[in-house]
């Protein structure tokens, strides 16, 4: 890690070295729904670097060409992207898909509908795990996710609980490589690492919960150049680190499909 930006990741993840840690994080990529040109190009990098993906996908208006890009052999698991990606809020709102602004039992519904499709396009590649559209979702409709068949969530910013409701694993993400209400755009790696070193400290510091993988969040489809190098770099730097592991999402949501079923 000859560059000076990445030092202040470097000297972090020796830290977890010297304390007998290991340092978890995880890769979750957002909003795929069929095959694309940055799609492949997402779908090559993790090829390249091996490192685990976890491609939150909308059921709605799926591509069932989708589920033969994801060839058999590839570290890609598929995530539960709400169901339509569509904003349910008021003007002058955040936007919400999974709010409450609509009858609960319709929020419902979708779910159990974008399971059922998702399951049966992508078999065993699908987790049921729920990662809301602009990671918002209200408290009440948490305690009723598990009866849809969902076992984990996955939002934004570090989890309060493991476990928001019983049945359910939340695992977040922490850094989130693009500038959304500047212009879409990659955010400077000099942001960036330090947000990366900076989750993983604070869990080392026992600041947030340490054992909540550091998540780091992308959107294939609104990728420039710059997000692009530095997800590429951030994969291999990591994975480099003899005390750095990238997880797959298997690993860090329990499998509670025995005792879960839709219903
Ligand atoms: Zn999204």
């Not at 709010?99 to 059922?116: C, K």
């Not at 996710?145 to 993400?173: H, I, Q, Y």
């Not at 790696?189 to 969040?217: C, N, Q």
């Not at 692009?228 to 997880?247: D, I, N």
Request: proline share 7%; glycine share 8%; net charge negative.
């Amino acid at each position: 890690m000859a560059d000076l930006s990445w030092r202040e990741l470097e000297v972090e993840l020796d830290a977890w070295s010297e304390e007998g840690q290991a340092a978890t994080l995880w890769w979750r990529d957002d909003d795929a729904r069929g095959p694309s040109p940055e799609l492949e190009r997402l779908l090559r990098i993790q090829s390249r670097t091996r490192v685990p993906l976890s491609l939150a996908v909308i059921p709605e208006r799926l591509d069932p060409a989708l589920a033969r890009l994801l060839q058999e052999g590839r570290e890609v698991a598929v995530l539960q992207h709400g169901f339509a990606h569509r904003n349910h809020a008021g003007a002058g709102e955040k936007s919400m898909e999974l709010g409450s602004h609509r009858p609960r039992e319709h929020v419902l519904d979708e779910m159990r509908l974008g399971f059922e499709r998702l399951q049966s396009t992508f078999g065993d590649r699908f987790l049921p795990v729920l990662v809301p559209p602009w990671n918002r979702i209200a408290a009440g409709v948490l305690p009723f996710l598990p009866r849809c068949g969902l076992r984990g969530l996955s939002t934004f910013a570090p989890r309060k609980r493991a476990d928001p409701v019983p049945g359910l694993r939340e695992v977040n993400t922490h850094v989130d490589v693009i500038d959304w209400r500047g212009g879409r755009r990659g955010r400077e790696r000099r942001v960036l690492i330090p947000e990366v070193a900076g989750h993983l400290r604070a869990r080392r510091e026992g600041r947030v919960d340490a054992e909540e993988a550091t998540g780091v969040l992308t959107h294939h489809l609104d990728h420039d150049e710059g997000a692009w190098t530095f997800v590429e770099e951030l994969l291999e730097r990591v994975s480099a680190h003899p005390s750095a592991s990238w997880r797959c999402a298997r690993a860090l949501f329990p499998d509670r499909s025995a005792e879960l079923r839709p219903e």
